[in-house]
């Protein structure tokens, strides 16, 4: 299942849940949600993430564990008031060392 596009629309949302939902893609218009500080996508089927994650700066929490991801884009270390990131239950084939720029993030 994809995300519908009216959901973009919301530009002043602080906080998105949208865990175990089987969401399989993730759309380029998630940048536009530049308000958010919370987004949940825990449980999904997720194999990969846009590169426009990386436009949402205020967001704190990122929940991505029980997908199918392998990778991570670079573009996530440009998060900078990211503290919580939960990757577990991936399959992630390699954590770049950019996310050791995150500062705030809490391991």
Do not use: A, H, R, W
């Amino acid at each position: 299942q994809n995300i519908s596009s009216d959901l973009y629309g919301l530009g002043k949302l602080n906080i998105l849940d949208l865990s175990q939902n089987s969401i399989q893609k993730i759309e380029t218009n998630i940048g536009l949600l530049q308000n958010l500080t919370d987004l949940n996508l825990d449980g999904n089927s997720l194999m990969n993430l846009p590169t426009e994650i990386g436009l949402l700066k205020k967001l704190t929490s990122l929940g991505l564990s029980n997908n199918d991801l392998k990778t991570v884009p670079k573009k996530v270390s440009l998060v900078e008031n990211l503290s919580v990131l939960d990757l577990s239950g991936n399959q992630l084939q390699n954590i770049f060392s950019d996310l050791c720029l995150l500062e705030n993030l809490s391991v």
